[in-house]
């Protein structure tokens, strides 16, 4: 459980990040994501959850 709310910290640590750096970029690319179909979305969430479930798994094995 402390490794979720780490994870989700750093999420949210990321995220602020390129808000306070790129305020307009970010504005830009919220708006141009109104263009995108919603099944290329979940499509590509999908892909992304599987790619770090992925990489969560390889990491949590790789130091037992």
């Known amino acids: 459980m402390k490794e979720l709310i780490i994870a989700f910290g750093l999420f949210l640590f990321i995220e602020g990040i390129l808000y306070a750096i790129f305020p307009s970029k970010m ?3 919220l708006k141009k994501l109104e263009l995108i179909k919603d099944s290329q979305l979940r499509i590509g969430g999908l892909v992304f959850a599987i ?3 992925i990489i969560i798994y390889y990491v949590k094995n790789l130091h037992e």
Do not use: A, H, R, Y
Request: hydrophobic share 50%.
């Open 27 to 29: 504005k830009n690319m």
């Open 51 to 53: 790619l770090g479930f």
